[in-house]
């Protein structure tokens, strides 16, 4: 078996990969609508953390799509078709929410907004609009950038790493984990200020998560049958890591993110039948934070059944924005393509 057969074994990737937009959904949605909980109970919902079960699964998805690739026009062009047209469809949401709900934009901020939130700028949001919802409209499209940014060079990590021998894959592995180190502890402990905020949106931070992904899809033929047969040894290890608190961080825990990772991936493949049906993780991605924004503004918070509704709503909008805006443009990439 190798590294592209990953594709044709059956799986449940897309179940794990809406347990972990839900475990962003649901922790934003928490805090912001300040509703009561348990912090124990609060603090074990982090365990499926959300953002490096993304970066990571997209570095094993993303791999298999580049090999099935037969150029990087046409690899990109599928990855534009993927992300942005659901993406420009939440922002012009975004834009008539704040519109309909705030006093204080004007039309420059409005424009900057949509243009920052549209391309790679996710991060970054016009002071004028600092005083809707949590002050800012959508923060949860931070990753944006960083996902887009691992597009453009996965392409080239390819051609230099496919087919070399595992032990160049653990180097590699190994230097980009300590780049992000390093460069995290200079930027933030040396530099600081704006310039530190900026390296925070930068691939280099988190490329080795993305690397877990691309490892586990190159070496499938090796690592499968072993992730598939342990994964709750891997699930128990992360949990011990991120119970104890015992890792070393960068961007990310290191420890905790590789053993749930690879836990999470042998119980997808283990258990391909337990989930079959639309992923709409980009989705709930995409809108929960304008519909805990708009809940914030009508005052709907502090309790349990604020968060339901919050939540429901979202992945209402969440299927709606899969089915109609990611069917179509699914569609046109199956032409092009």
């Known amino acids: 078996?190798?590294?592209?057969?990953?594709?044709?074994?059956?799986?449940?990737?897309?179940?794990?990969?809406?347990?972990a937009a839900f475990q962003v959904m649901f922790g934003h949605t928490i805090t912001h609508l300040k509703v009561p909980i348990n912090q124990?109970?609060?603090?074990?919902?982090?365990?499926?953390?959300?953002?490096?079960?993304?970066?990571?699964?997209?570095?094993?998805?993303?791999?298999?799509?580049?090999?099935r690739s037969k150029s990087y026009r046409q690899f990109l062009t599928k990855r534009f078709l993927r992300i942005f047209p659901e993406l420009w469809v939440s922002v012009l949401a975004d834009i008539l929410v704040i519109m309909a709900l705030y006093r204080g934009w004007t039309a420059?901020?409005?424009i900057l907004f949509g243009i920052g939130q549209g391309t790679v700028l996710?991060?970054?949001?016009?002071?004028?609009?600092?005083?809707?919802?949590?002050?800012?409209?959508?923060?949860?499209?931070?990753?944006?950038?960083?996902?887009i940014q691992f597009y453009i060079v996965?392409?080239?990590?390819?051609?230099?790493?496919?087919?070399?021998?595992?032990?160049?894959?653990l180097i590699g592995f190994a230097a980009s984990f300590i780049i992000s180190f390093g460069t995290d502890r200079f930027f933030h402990n040396i530099v600081g200020g704006?310039?530190?905020?900026?390296?925070?949106?930068?691939?280099?931070?988190?490329?080795?998560?993305?690397?877990?992904?691309?490892?586990?899809?190159?070496?499938?033929?090796?690592?499968?049958?072993?992730?598939?047969?342990?994964?709750?040894?891997?699930?128990?290890?992360?949990?011990?890591?991120f119970w104890s608190g015992f890792d070393i961080i960068s961007g990310y825990y290191l420890l905790w993110s590789l053993f749930l990772v690879f836990g999470l991936?042998?119980?997808?493949?283990?258990?391909?039948?337990?989930?079959?049906?639309?992923?709409?993780s980009y989705g709930l991605f995409l809108y929960h934070m304008i519909v805990v924004n708009a809940f914030i503004t009508f005052r709907l918070t502090g309790k349990w059944s604020f968060a339901i509704c919050s939540g429901a709503l979202s992945f209402l909008l969440a299927y709606l924005s899969t089915v109609i805006v990611g069917k179509w443009a699914a569609g046109i990439k199956r032409k092009l393509t």
């Not at 996710?122 to 996902?147: E, K």
């Not at 996965?154 to 894959?169: C, E, T």
């Not at 490892?215 to 699930?235: D, R």
Request: charged share 10%.
């Open 108 to 110: 420059k901020s409005l």
């Open 1 to 19: 078996m190798n590294s592209n057969s990953i594709s044709k074994e059956p799986n449940c990737l897309n179940l794990i990969r809406i347990a």
């Open 154 to 169: 996965v392409w080239f990590v390819y051609k230099i790493m496919k087919g070399r021998a595992i032990g160049q894959w």
């Open 265 to 280: 991936t042998g119980f997808a493949y283990r258990y391909p039948n337990i989930y079959r049906f639309t992923d709409i």
């Open 40 to 67: 124990t109970l609060f603090r074990a919902t982090y365990f499926l953390r959300g953002v490096p079960i993304f970066f990571a699964m997209s570095g094993l998805l993303i791999w298999l799509s580049v090999g």
């Open 122 to 147: 996710q991060f970054w949001t016009p002071s004028a609009l600092h005083g809707y919802g949590v002050g800012t409209p959508n923060g949860a499209l931070w990753t944006m950038g960083i996902i």
């Open 194 to 241: 704006t310039i530190a905020n900026l390296y925070e949106q930068t691939i280099v931070r988190y490329f080795w998560i993305f690397y877990i992904g691309m490892f586990i899809a190159e070496f499938g033929n090796t690592l499968l049958p072993v992730l598939k047969k342990y994964w709750w040894v891997f699930l128990v290890a992360a949990f011990v890591f």
